[in-house]
Every structure is written in structure tokens, then in C-alpha cells.
């Protein structure tokens, strides 16, 4: 017998739905769809509309498990959030997994979102078949994970493979999570149109093609700390695959190409010719599929 998985991702803007089919390690995407989050509502209004959406892509037929992609931290155990830091509203201590339980019949398993996209591209998508994967996504933050030997790394706690949270650059700017300098500190969306004293990432990329100084030395800043990061991330774990996703990633060889120069330059003791650098392959459906895997595997 098919078992189908229901996997939602709550984003600040959109919460998006995939159903997968499959067990084990063999899966397939069966559906995807996508709904306005109305972050405005708060946790209950927010709460609502997940349980409408996964209702909704329940009524073919019952999930055998849902996975819920949060956009923060939460507690595993008790399946309350610790820190939405891009939602609006009292989050902290909200029971999400309870109330949605009580909603859908079925409890969900939390993934942080990151984590999600990492399952995705590492299980099913770029990174499918490998041994070593390390996945980034680049945008208003830098999530990413690692996959090592076909498993998620979450560590001893729980919580390990945040790659955008390394320091490179000591003293530097605050982060999001509280320690400075981190990489999604040196090259957020908003650190890279600031630089470059444009509106938008895309009005920066177009800047630098177009031979404008200031954005290229805002995406070529971005690219070396970018470098910096990833360079780590090979030394320490030697990965055959980088997959990159994010917004910010489809600016393409203009960010990757110095990205990979960096990691090339760096890198001394991994043979960095033998690894791919290599585009997603699920786009913006990659959360809701990897939060689809997280409750049919239980990372
Ligand atoms: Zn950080």
C-alpha cells in the first residue's frame, strides 16, 4: 500500500502544501499548492489557515504523517515555539503542534524550515544520491544543513548545521541569533542592497552586470564571505555536492562563479575540483516537500 505524507511550510508570506507518496527512502512529489499566510492574524489566525490548507489536501484521502517547516526555533518535545523572529504576534510558548493536531487528527513533526529545504534537495532533489551534501538557501536570511551518509545532521542537540551562523568575520555585525559577524550577517538581502545602495537584490545584480562599481563590490564583498563560510563547511566536512537555493541564488555565475573562486582558494586539504556547486531543484516548494520528508522519516 501507498502511504501519502503531507508536509506544510509557514512562511512569513505563504504557507505552501506538498503531499509525497512513498516510504523508506523512495518518494515521489505528488502535489503542491500554496496559500497566503495572513501573519497579520497572529498564532491563532496563522493556526487557522494551516489547519484550512492541510484539511484541504487531506479530503482525497488520510495522511499517513504530516511534517510542519517552521520559520524559527521550537521545542520538540513539547511542540511549542520558542522564537519566530519574521512573524508577527505573541509566538513564544505557543502550543502550534497541539492546536494543529486538534485541527488536522494527526500530530505534525516540526522542522525548522531550513532543515526542511536541506531534506528536500538532499533526499529528492540536487543533492539526491550523494554521500556528503551541504544545502544553503540565500535570501532575507541564510538557512542551510548538512547530509551526511543520506541522514539529516542535526548533532547531539538537535540543533547543528546552521551554516549561515558561523562567525566570519570577528566583531562584526549583530545577527539575528545573537552572535556577531555570522555569515547571514555579512550577506542577507538587506546587508547586500545597503551596500550597494539599491532597493532590491535583483536592481544590485542588474547593477553589477551593468558595470556599476558599488554593486560590484557589494556582491563581490557578499561572494568572499560567502567563500569564507563554505570553505569551512568543506574542510570540516568534505562534501562531493553544495546545493544553493534562495532568491538571492538566482543571480547565478555572478554570485557563484567568485563564490566558488573563494572556496577554491581556501580549501587546501579536500580536492575542491571533485566538488559540484550546484543550483536547487525544488524552488520555492523545496520547504513544504522536505517538511513532507520530515514527518515521513523522523530526522
Ligand atoms: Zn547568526
Redesign the pocket.
Known sequence: MTTSHLGLDLGGTNIKVAVISGDGSDFEVVTTDSVETDAADGPDGVTENLARVGGKAMEPGPMTTVGLGVPGHFDQATGRILLFPNLPGEWHGYPLRDRLESALGVSPWMVNDARAFTLAEGILGAGRGCHTVACITLGTGVGGGLMIDGRLHLGAFGVAGEI??QTVLPDGPL???G?RG?V??MVRADVLTSNAGRHDAASVFEGARDGDDRCIAAVSLMADFLGIGLANVVTMFGPERIVVGGGIADAGDLVLGPVIEAVKRRVTLVPTEKIEIVPAHFGRFAGAIGAALAGAIRP
Open positions: 549561515g551562523h545577527c539575528g541569533c552572535n555570522c547571514e550577517a
